[in-house]
């Protein structure tokens, strides 16, 4: 080979193959570049680093600036994250305002919301968070917007049936989250490395919407939940509230120490289908080793109930684990 490439450099080769970052990449890179032999075998291929380096380090300073300045960045609170999504003008900002305590935009027009907010939606002993997100249209869909929902636990996609073209609305964006992989909204269970997603008509209380919104609720494919509520009058609000938790698939437990009341207070809040070893593993680390068994208040059929550790633990089930 003309290039007479030395041990050293294909070294600093295999870590860039390797490399799975930007920063990884741009220093095995520069490596390779003060390990090239220098002569005009080697020019095309120090060129060529050279090129890759530079796209690289465009990058990375595109990234930097995203990294700072991406609103869609929102810390997950509570039990969740869901992402409230839809057309413009759908009342989306409505529905986030009348569910939590977010200062939210809410505007008779079109993309009154410029960035996503988000609140704290209470749920029984628990809380959810909503984020109020920038209308999505076939115009745009916002920048940094498919990033969060794939981020997040659950999709509440909110459509306005008093709106002629509400149907086209729901069906674009039922696309959009297919398309983009999002959510499998064909899939009857959406629960898995998807988030789950959740339909809402919204305006209940103006009487032209009941007749869209039952064609709406007819037109989703089977598995995907739907609730029409009013955000003025409040109607159905608490079935949404349900339904935003039952999106999330997760359960509440409880633990309690032998001879002791149970810790009602909070409870440990797990992926469903979490068994006994699930629950002691997310209360330490070391648990799961120690624990032989346990007994269960709740769902199971007597109270009290010794069960074992691969017992699969029920919505807001008691538990007092056994060393
Ligand atoms: N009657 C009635 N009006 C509603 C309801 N929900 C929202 N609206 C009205 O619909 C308009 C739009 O509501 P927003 O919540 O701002 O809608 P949005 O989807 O957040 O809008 P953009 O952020 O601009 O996309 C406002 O004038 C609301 O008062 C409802 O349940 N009933
Ligand atoms: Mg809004």
Redesign the pocket.
Known sequence: MPANLTPQYLAAEEAFKKARTVDEKIAALKQMLALIPKHKGTEKLQADIKRRLARLREERQKKSHVARHDPFRIEREGAGQVMVI??????????V?ALTRAK??????????HSPVAGMMPFEDIAVQLV?T??ISSESVPSGLVGALRQADGILL?V?PTDPGCLEHLEFALEFLRSRKLVDVDAAENHGDTPSCLVVA?????PEAGENAAILRESLPPGVPFVA?????GRNLEELRRAIFDMLGVVRVYTKVPGRDPDLEVPFVLPRGSTVLDLAAAIHRDLPKRVKQARVWGAVRFQGQAVQRDYVLQDRDIVELHQ
Do not use: E, H, Q
């Not at 919204?202 to 103006?206: F, G, W």
């Not at 509520?229 to 009058?233: D, F, K, L, R, Y």
């Open positions: 839809g057309w413009p003008n759908a009342g989306k900002s409505s529905i305002a939210v935009k809410i505007a008779p027009y079109p993309f009154s919301t109020d920038p209308p909110v306005d919204t305006r209940a209380d103006l509520v009013s955000a003025v009058t």
